[in-house]
């Protein structure tokens, strides 16, 4: 009796074979799995996220494709508890089968509140929440820009409040949408093009609303449109308990719109009691000076030294006399000195001039001009030069002794 052979299968059939198995299995084609992600990578040219879902006892490799990643609102990290959903199948080339996850959730927290906080985490290590960059809102500003939504109930509160307090000044809106797809790309237009109209100040904001619809003023291009705008920056969104990036990133936070336009305007009647109150205390202090110039210059016409101006002179005459006097004084006692000093050094000096010595009756002997000092230097009939006091004459040497 001959043993029917089974069928043989390739690897590549086998694999091939399981995936079937496992994508028309009706619990697998979209299954629901809680688990920690470990070993997170995003792959960044082709933007799938990689990863293996854990829990006490089991664990299975997944994959997230960019069609699907990309629309997270937070990204996954190692260590965060989940809810994926997906289907289970096999990937072929290695036969390990692996979850393809369609959609992520963090397990116990929305995934709104998860990208909240990693998206400021982020920025504030980045400092771009730091006090130091924060600019002062001008007191008394001459233009403000307001961005929000041209029909919203929060504008006309803007207009409202700034036209009351501070009527002076000029408002500019620029229009934008303030939730929806759209939303965060018209806000960061917005902002670069009210930082081009030479506003003193920025107002940005809406009124309140769910999270969802606060969130285009959560994202990160609208925080560095902001934190690089130079003009200064008021955040106005939703109500004093809503908190979005923009909130953190700008210059100043007002807890409602109506709030932002209190803060960026000053009170017109305050400051106009201000202005008169600078006013009476300045003509007070300018009554007070002259009053006290006044009284001076009275002193001044009274002053001996106006009424009688020769005796300044007379006094200043005498002591320039006295000062004369003492110089005079001075420089005689001091060339009286310097002349006794002279008469005692020419007296030296004399003493040991050879002219003294000669005017005594000495004569200096002198032989080609040299004077002789000894006999030594002498012959019979030797012509010699005799230096007296009062003129030379001349000799023969007709003998010799001593030698």
Same mark, same amino acid.
């Given at each position: 009796?001959?043993?029917?052979?089974?069928?043989?299968? $390739?690897?590549?059939?086998?694999?091939?074979?399981?995936?079937? /198995?496992?994508?028309?299995?009706?619990?697998?084609?979209?299954?629901?799995?809680?688990?920690?992600?470990?070993?997170?990578?995003?792959?960044?040219?082709?933007?799938?996220?990689?990863?293996?879902?854990?829990?006490?006892?089991?664990?299975?490799?997944?994959?997230?494709?960019?069609?699907?990643?990309?629309?997270?609102?937070?990204?996954?990290? !190692?260590?965060?508890?989940?809810?994926?959903?997906?289907?289970?199948?096999?990937?072929?080339?290695?036969?390990?089968?692996?979850?393809?996850?369609?959609?992520?959730?963090?397990?116990?927290?929305?995934?709104?509140?998860?990208?909240?906080?990693?998206?400021?985490?982020? %920025?504030?290590?980045?400092?771009?929440?730091?006090?130091?960059?924060?600019?002062? @809102?001008?007191?008394?500003?001459?233009?403000?820009?307001?961005?929000?939504?041209?029909?919203?109930?929060? %504008?006309?509160?803007?207009?409202?409040?700034?036209?009351?307090? =501070?009527?002076? +000044?000029?408002? &500019?809106?620029?229009?934008?949408?303030?939730?929806? *797809?759209?939303?965060?790309?018209?806000? &960061? *237009?917005?902002?670069?093009?009210?930082? $081009?109209? +030479?506003?003193?100040?920025?107002?940005?904001?809406?009124?309140?609303?769910?999270?969802?619809?606060? =969130?285009?003023?959560?994202?990160?291009?609208?925080?560095?449109? /902001?934190?690089? +705008?130079?003009?200064?920056?008021?955040?106005?969104?939703?109500?004093?308990?809503?908190?979005? @990036? +923009?909130?953190?990133?700008?210059?100043?936070?007002?807890?409602?719109?109506?709030?932002?336009?209190?803060?960026?305007?000053?009170?017109?009647?305050?400051?106009?009691?201000?202005? *008169?109150?600078?006013?009476?205390?300045?003509?007070?202090?300018?009554?007070?000076?002259?009053?006290?110039?006044?009284?001076?210059?009275?002193?001044?016409?009274?002053?001996?030294?106006?009424?009688?101006?020769?005796?300044?002179?007379?006094?200043?005459?005498?002591?320039?006399?006295?000062?004369? !006097? *003492?110089?005079?004084?001075?420089?005689?006692?001091?060339?009286?000195?310097?002349?006794?000093?002279? !008469? /005692?050094?020419?007296?030296?000096?004399?003493?040991?001039?050879?002219?003294?010595?000669?005017?005594?009756?000495?004569?200096?002997?002198?032989?080609?001009?040299?004077?002789?000092?000894?006999?030594?230097?002498?012959?019979?009939?030797?012509?010699?030069?005799?230096?007296?006091?009062?003129?030379?004459?001349?000799?023969? &040497?007709?003998?010799?002794?001593?030698?």
């Amino acid at each position: 009796m001959t043993v029917k052979r089974p069928p043989v299968l $390739s690897v590549t059939q086998l694999n091939t074979y399981a995936r079937t /198995i496992l994508e028309q299995d009706p619990v697998l084609k979209n299954v629901f799995v809680a688990g920690e992600i470990s070993n997170f990578k995003n792959h960044i040219k082709t933007g799938h996220f990689y990863m293996t879902l854990k829990d006490k006892n089991a664990a299975i490799k997944a994959v997230m494709f960019r069609s699907y990643a990309s629309r997270l609102r937070f990204v996954p990290e !190692d260590g965060m508890n989940v809810l994926c959903r997906g289907r289970v199948s096999v990937f072929d080339r290695d036969g390990a089968y692996q979850l393809y996850i369609e959609d992520m959730q963090p397990d116990g927290a929305g995934s709104l509140s998860v990208a909240f906080e990693q998206l400021k985490k982020k %920025l504030s290590e980045k400092g771009l929440f730091d006090e130091k960059f924060k600019k002062p @809102i001008p007191k008394y500003p001459s233009k403000i820009a307001v961005i929000t939504s041209p029909t919203g109930a929060a %504008l006309q509160d803007i207009l409202n409040i700034l036209s009351r307090r =501070w009527p002076l +000044c000029e408002v &500019v809106v620029v229009p934008s949408s303030v939730q929806g *797809r759209s939303a965060q790309g018209e806000l &960061v *237009r917005a902002v670069k093009k009210a930082d $081009s109209l +030479c506003a003193d100040t920025v107002i940005i904001g809406r009124g309140g609303g769910s999270v969802e619809d606060l =969130w285009a003023f959560n994202g990160e291009e609208l925080a560095r449109a /902001i934190f690089e +705008c130079k003009t200064p920056v008021i955040s106005a969104v939703g109500h004093e308990t809503d908190f979005t @990036i +923009c909130d953190f990133v700008s210059d100043l936070r007002a807890p409602t719109p109506s709030a932002a336009a209190e803060l960026a305007a000053p009170d017109a009647v305050m400051t106009e009691g201000l202005i *008169r109150g600078y006013g009476l205390r300045l003509k007070d202090g300018l009554t007070g000076s002259v009053n006290a110039m006044e009284k001076n210059l009275e002193r001044l016409k009274n002053s001996p030294f106006l009424r009688y101006p020769d005796r300044i002179f007379e006094t200043r005459e005498m002591y320039l006399d006295g000062l004369c !006097d *003492r110089m005079t004084a001075a420089q005689k006692l001091k060339l009286s000195e310097k002349s006794g000093k002279y !008469d /005692i050094l020419k007296e030296k000096l004399l003493a040991f001039s050879p002219l003294s010595v000669l005017s005594r009756g000495y004569a200096i002997p002198l032989s080609g001009g040299k004077p002789v000092k000894s006999t030594k230097q002498l012959e019979i009939g030797q012509k010699l030069c005799l230096r007296l006091y009062d003129g030379e004459a001349k000799c023969t &040497v007709e003998s010799l002794k001593g030698r």
